[in-house]
């Protein structure tokens, strides 16, 4: 009887420390976190997804003609310049030339104004949002991976090409200070009509020197030049064709639809890859 009553504790005692073991591991031990539920960021790139994707460096400084690329190539890029590219920017309004690309462009600016504070009691500074600010601060707050300037109708009679091309690294140099990794592409001027009224110290000879040297520039600095000019030029190949000009007989510098589907053609089918 004893023996049985020996047996009997046993399996109780056993069946007790089993019993003991599978609730301690039920759960965590006291002390331990049980783990978390991963969550997006609030910020910057969601999780499972890609870091945005950088521009690709590219080997070439004068960019090449290539297949044309869709409008919304365009979407992260800004364009900056005076009064001429004002006109492009009204073209380019509807989104469907060079898609959701943001101009920053204002009458009589040039590269030695663009230097102005904001204070300056003649700024032509463009506007962001509705804002006049700085070039530098334009495209930093723009967001904008590649950058097109077209600048120097309104310095070139007044300073000259040396000073000119000075002021204009200066401002991409600006620029490149607040947004780094931006892509510099350095449009060509474009050239004025024959008979342009304004036709003196500036005239077309000055501006193909001058976009010889916007060219060093940019093979010196390691930027992007593209040749928009080459296209706009009449059978002389000296001047800007009469059909590509909107005002003949004030300035003869600016725009007509025609052009402006001309300049952008050329940028489209001249786009860095």
């Known amino acids: 009887m004893k023996k049985i009553v020996l047996c009997i504790l046993s399996v109780l005692m056993c069946m007790a420390l089993v019993m003991g073991l599978a609730a301690c591991s039920g759960g965590p031990t006291e002390g331990t976190k049980a783990p978390e539920a991963t969550t997006e960021a609030t910020t910057g790139t969601p999780a499972g997804t890609d870091t945005p994707a950088t521009l ?74 509705g804002e006049q600010k700085l070039i530098e601060d334009c495209v930093a707050l723009s967001g904008a991976k590649r950058v097109y300037i077209m600048l120097g109708m309104n310095d070139l009679g007044l300073y000259g090409i040396d000073a000119t091309v000075e002021s204009y690294k200066t401002l991409v140099d600006r620029i490149l200070e607040k947004s780094p990794s931006v892509q510099i592409i350095i449009e060509s001027m474009t050239p004025m009509t024959a008979d342009s009224p304004i036709m003196g110290s500036l005239n077309n000879d ?55 589907e001309a300049w952008v053609n050329y940028l489209k089918t001249h786009a860095p890859k």
């Open 56 to 129: 690709a460096p590219v080997d070439y400084v004068t960019i090449p003609e290539s297949s044309a690329v869709d409008a919304s190539f365009f979407n992260d890029a800004a364009f900056v310049g005076d009064s001429v590219s004002l006109k492009l920017s009204y073209y380019c309004a509807d989104g469907v030339a060079l898609g959701n690309a943001q101009f920053f462009t204002s009458g009589s600016l040039g590269t030695n104004n663009a230097l102005w504070p904001l204070s300056h009691p003649e700024s032509v500074h463009p506007e962001y949002q």
């Open 206 to 260: 000055v501006i193909k020197e001058y976009n010889g040297r916007l060219k060093e520039l940019c093979e010196a600095e390691g930027w992007l030049f593209t040749d928009v000019a080459s296209v706009m030029y009449d059978a002389s190949g000296n001047a800007l064709k009469t059909e590509y000009c909107s005002d003949p007989e004030v300035m003869g510098i600016h725009f007509t639809e025609a052009g402006c």
